[in-house]
């Protein structure tokens, strides 16, 4: 049937002729919409290629100019390139947190205006974080360098001045050269990135990569490393394994003649840790790395228990007189959870607290005095006792003392170290144990090597004191015989001569 079948395929011409319309009209929509986000990408590429606080290029824009620039150094072989790269300190955070954020931003445009004022015809600046630039910049000399780096730092650390406030910022510039310190882009951020590290650990105005500090990375990592092994699985128990607690007295005397007598008997307990191949390595080593990587918050909760279990066997036995002092980094005091920590470490041994006192950095007080002073208060209600440790090394002024809720001051060191011939320490010695007494805290001193210095704090006033004329951290065997020899000798302590302190 011819007629129909005709009519048949025309249908299906006009069905088919539909469709293609339809997808026509569908891939012209489809053509439009690529053509909207395309337009959009280029949109959003242009606002992540400049900063929008600065207007500085950011790090999208900095890894095609690093590339043009190596390429072209790579044919000019005569040519070496510094990359500088500067990062806003602590200060900056601060405005972060306090100010407004119009503040904030303010700063920011200042100070990149500043920095691009400081930039030659070749020389890049890039915005590469909130807090962070790099610049590029033809290497000659040395000398010249270090002239432009401290121009930077004078440009960070001179006044922002905005609407009444006065706000100072400090920086951290860490330095690699092409080529001398690698080829490629990654190898030279990377060096400079180690650089800046450094600086803001030496607290220097700038660094300057060098091979060594690499290597110094990697036995930072190494110990790093060697820790987290240390303090791994089965358990905390394990910990024991490689950390042992030493005790170093801390007495309070009084003079009798030539002779001291001993009223009180403390001793703080110094962490020491044994590892299987470097041997013993001390605190000054691991303590900053473990603080630095959290690692600290297991080893302090090891500590804890162990002194917990060290205070109730001593408390069955003829050393039951004996309180320890525990030291507390600035990260184990901040974590909310270190009241929590003594409370179940205590929990079965209540009488243990009143035998403890915390060792606390003077740092670790006035980085947030609000903060601090609420976690103060929790210890206190808890029981125990507060010491600020290293006292006068931090930028808090003994004015500020009284704001917070203490028992003793321990007067740092360095200053003891002078005592009596240096006239400025004794000056500042003397002035500690005046307002400790006027606040009514109790005073100690560390670091007593020499009985000159014993009888100069004696007179000045301050009687309990720790150091090697006493004695070296002991084991906790060493420790035990220690006091047993001052309570079977009628608590008399015989200082004649310093002691040697090698
Ligand atoms: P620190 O709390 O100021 O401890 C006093 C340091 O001075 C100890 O060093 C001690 O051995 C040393 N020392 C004591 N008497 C004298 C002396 O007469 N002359 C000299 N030159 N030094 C003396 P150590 O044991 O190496 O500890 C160093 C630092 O490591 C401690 O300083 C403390 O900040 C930290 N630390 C030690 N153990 C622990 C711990 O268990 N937890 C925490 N968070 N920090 C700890
Ligand atoms: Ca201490
Ligand atoms: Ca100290």
């Given at each position: 049937?011819p007629?129909?079948?005709?009519s048949h395929?025309?249908?299906?011409?006009?069905?088919l002729?539909e469709?293609?319309?339809?997808l026509?009209?569908?891939?012209?929509q489809?053509?439009?919409?690529?053509?909207?986000?395309?337009?959009?990408?280029?949109?959003?590429?242009?606002?992540?290629?400049?900063?929008?606080i600065?207007?500085?290029?950011?790090?999208?824009?900095?890894?095609?100019?690093?590339?043009?620039?190596?390429?072209?150094?790579?044919?000019?072989?005569?040519h070496s390139?510094?990359?500088?790269?500067?990062?806003?300190?602590?200060?900056?955070?601060?405005?972060?947190?306090?100010?407004?954020?119009?503040?904030?931003?303010?700063?920011?445009?200042?100070?990149?205006?500043r920095?691009?004022?400081l930039?030659?015809?070749?020389?890049?600046?890039?915005?590469?974080r909130?807090n962070e630039?790099?610049?590029?910049?033809?290497?000659?000399?040395?000398?010249?360098?270090?002239?432009f780096?401290?121009?930077i730092?004078?440009?960070?650390?001179?006044?922002h001045?905005?609407?009444?406030f006065?706000?100072?910022?400090?920086?951290w510039i860490?330095?690699?050269?092409y080529?001398?310190?690698?080829?490629?882009?990654?190898?030279?951020?990377?060096g400079?990135d180690?650089a800046l590290?450094?600086?803001?650990?030496?607290k220097?105005?700038?660094?300057?990569?060098?091979?060594?500090?690499?290597?110094?990375?990697?036995?930072?990592?190494e110990?790093q490393?060697?820790i987290i092994?240390?303090i791994?699985?089965?358990a905390?128990?394990?910990?024991?394994?490689?950390?042992?607690l030493?005790?170093q007295?801390?007495?309070?005397?009084?003079?009798?003649?030539?002779?001291?007598?001993?009223?009180g008997i403390?001793?703080?307990?110094?962490?020491r840790?044994?590892?299987?191949t470097k041997?013993?390595?001390?605190?000054?080593?691991?303590?900053?790395?473990?603080?630095?990587?959290?690692?600290?918050?297991?080893?302090?909760?090891?500590?804890l228990?162990?002194v917990v279990?060290?205070?109730?066997?001593?408390?069955?036995?003829?050393?039951?007189?004996v309180?320890?002092a525990?030291?507390?980094?600035?990260?184990?005091?901040?974590?909310?959870?270190?009241?929590e920590?003594f409370?179940?470490?205590t929990?079965k041994?209540?009488?243990?607290v009143?035998?403890?006192?915390?060792e606390?950095t003077?740092?670790?007080?006035?980085?947030?005095?609000?903060?601090?002073?609420?976690?103060?208060?929790?210890?206190?209600n808890?029981?125990?006792?507060?010491?600020?440790?290293?006292?006068?090394?931090?930028?808090?002024s003994?004015?500020h003392?009284?704001?917070?809720?203490l028992?003793?001051?321990?007067?740092?060191?360095?200053?003891?170290?002078?005592?009596?011939e240096?006239?400025?320490?004794l000056?500042?010695?003397?002035?500690?144990?005046?307002?400790?007494k006027e606040?009514?805290?109790?005073?100690?001193?560390?670091?007593?090597e020499?009985?000159?210095?014993l009888?100069?704090?004696?007179d000045?006033?301050?009687?309990?004191?720790?150091?090697y004329l006493?004695?070296?951290?002991?084991t906790?065997?060493?420790?035990?015989?220690?006091?047993?020899?001052?309570?079977?000798?009628?608590?008399?302590?015989?200082?004649?001569?310093p002691?040697?302190t090698?």
């Open positions: 049937m007629q129909h079948d005709s395929s025309q249908a299906q011409g006009l069905i002729q469709e293609l319309k339809i026509r009209e569908k891939n012209q489809l053509q439009q919409q690529l053509e909207i986000s395309q337009q959009r990408h280029r949109e959003v590429e242009q606002r992540l290629a400049l900063h929008p600065s207007g500085l290029p950011t790090h999208y824009m900095m890894e095609a100019q690093i590339q043009e620039l190596l390429s072209a150094a790579e044919k000019d072989s005569f390139y510094a990359f500088v790269l500067i990062q806003l300190g602590p200060a900056y955070d601060m405005v972060k947190r306090t100010m407004k954020s119009s503040v904030t931003e303010w700063v920011l445009y200042q100070l990149s205006q920095l691009n004022l930039l030659g015809t070749d020389d890049h600046i890039f915005h590469t909130e630039f790099l610049i590029l910049r033809r290497y000659d000399e040395e000398s010249v360098l270090t002239s780096l401290t121009l730092q004078h440009q960070v650390t001179e006044p001045i905005f609407s009444g006065n706000l100072t910022l400090e920086s860490g330095v690699s050269l080529p001398q310190h690698g080829i490629d882009r990654s190898a030279l951020l990377h400079a180690i590290g450094h600086c803001q650990e030496l220097a105005p700038f660094v300057i990569f060098d091979v060594s500090l690499e290597k110094r990375v990697l036995e930072k990592m110990l490393n060697a092994k240390a791994e699985a089965p905390l128990k394990a910990i024991g394994h490689q950390f042992e030493y005790f007295p801390k007495l309070t005397l009084a003079r009798q003649g030539q002779a001291w007598s001993v009223k403390q001793a703080e307990v110094l962490l840790w044994n590892h299987p041997g013993q390595i001390q605190p000054s080593q691991f303590i900053p790395i473990a603080e630095e990587t959290g690692l600290i918050m297991p080893i302090g909760k090891w500590s228990y162990q279990e060290q205070l109730k066997d001593w408390g069955e036995t003829a050393f039951g007189e309180q320890l525990f030291n507390v980094s600035a990260r184990q005091f901040r974590s909310h959870d270190l009241v920590i409370q179940k470490a929990r041994h209540k009488t243990v009143e035998k403890l006192t915390l606390v003077e740092t670790s007080l006035f980085e947030d005095p609000l903060e601090a002073e609420q976690i103060l208060k929790a210890f206190k808890f029981g125990l006792k507060i010491s600020v440790d290293d006292f006068g090394t931090g930028f808090s003994l004015s003392l009284h704001k917070f809720t028992d003793e001051i321990k007067i740092d060191q360095s200053f003891v170290r002078g005592l009596p240096n006239p400025q320490d000056a500042i010695v003397r002035s500690l144990i005046s307002i400790a606040l009514n805290l109790h005073i100690v001193a560390e670091g007593v020499t009985l000159n210095q009888e100069e704090l004696a000045l006033g301050c009687q309990t004191v720790q150091g006493i004695s070296r951290p002991l906790r065997a060493g420790f035990e015989s220690f006091v047993h020899k001052l309570q079977t000798n009628g608590r008399c302590l015989e200082l004649t001569s002691l040697e090698a």
